[in-house]
């Protein structure tokens, strides 16, 4: 005779949802989730009442209307006249202009401060740990304020640069001017223009974006070679030589496209108080480049020091027995291994450069912060809008930042079988 061992399911009571641990895990996040809808129901309540009070709606209206400063510098068309929105959005390009080229600078500044801080060399690895101790001690906005009054008090004055025998002289031939005003520079110019062509963010130069187009194919076609020599690698064991062939595909039709273009460098010229013609980097932006530059250098160099730290000794001694030199093998052999190490506090410390360009305000430089999060709010009153948006703002770029990262560092990790 067949009998049934299960033992009869205890029925459902509600005490299981606090005394079974099956149910008692789920009634918390239930719980948690109520809880945060509530608190977060009441700070929105609270808030609109707040407002009523004061007579304010909300409401971001005031992105449209007419924004009544100026802004230096500007990547896109932008005058006193135009709006809100447009104001945040040249602020916008201002931060990712700066966060974009200090955290390329920090980077190949760290990178080797971290590699010759290793160096057997005793006075180059205590120089570096100077460096490092020295910046990565003292805030951020101390060296940002230090770079700006240099650049200010410091530099010469363009009257300086006038006479017979001028107290300052341009470098690099004439054509890079430094200057307490800022550092005037080159800047591509051509004497044949292919038009203009209206965008979303104002009209943009044909010849520009021919230049980039003629790059563009010019790097799938050195991937295309690259391509080619591995499947010959594969098959012959013999790989073709591509160096010379990649040079000419890069070179050629640039050249080519250059020349029938007219290219030039428009450089700086005295004329009356001032240098006219080139670009003008302005103190305020230099100040904030080369401020978070060095100090998130140090941060790197760390990062970079430990990396190499965690590789094995034999992977350095093995390259060297195969003949390779220092140089190369810490170019080729221990770098790359070093990478997979180093990557993940990199992304933090790019973000570290994207969130202290707000620091610019102390100087002047009109960032994000200071459009949307200053200038806007003050006129409009529209604090709460302005300062919502400007951190989801933040936000995505920080996410985006984070994303593109990731996706490398999945390239370059180690992968498991």
Known sequence: MAMNSSSPREPFHLSMLVNDARYRARTIQVITFCLLILATAWLIDNTIRNLAALGKDFSFGFLWSTAGYDIAPHAIDYSSTSTHARAALVGLLNTLIVAAMACATAT?????????????????????????????????????????????????????????????????????????????????????????????????????????????????????????ANRVQNATGQRPVTCWKSLCVFVVPSVVLLWALGFHLDCPVLKGLNFVGGLQLRNAFIALWIGLSVYTGAFIAENVRSGILAISRGQSEAAHALGLSSARTMRLVILPQALRIIVPPLISQYLNITKNTSLGLAVGYMDLRSTLGGITINQTGRELEGMLLMMLIYVAISLTISAVMNIYNSRVRLKER
């Open 108 to 228: 190949v500044l760290g990178v080797l401060a971290g590699v010759l801080r290793l160096s057997h060399n005793w006075i180059v690895a205590r120089l570096m740990t100077v460096y490092v101790e020295s910046f990565r001690n003292i805030p951020a906005l101390l060296w940002i304020i230090v770079v700006a009054a240099v650049m200010s008090e410091a530099m010469p004055t363009p009257n300086a640069f006038r006479g017979e025998n001028p107290a300052a002289s341009m470098m690099f031939w004439d054509s890079i001017a430094v200057t307490n005003r800022g550092i005037y520079v080159p800047v591509p110019d051509f004497s044949r223009s292919l038009g203009q062509a209206p965008g979303a963010l104002g009209s943009f130069d044909l010849n520009y974006a021919a230049v980039l187009a003629v790059l563009a194919l010019s790097l799938l076609a050195h991937r295309a070679l690259v391509k080619h």
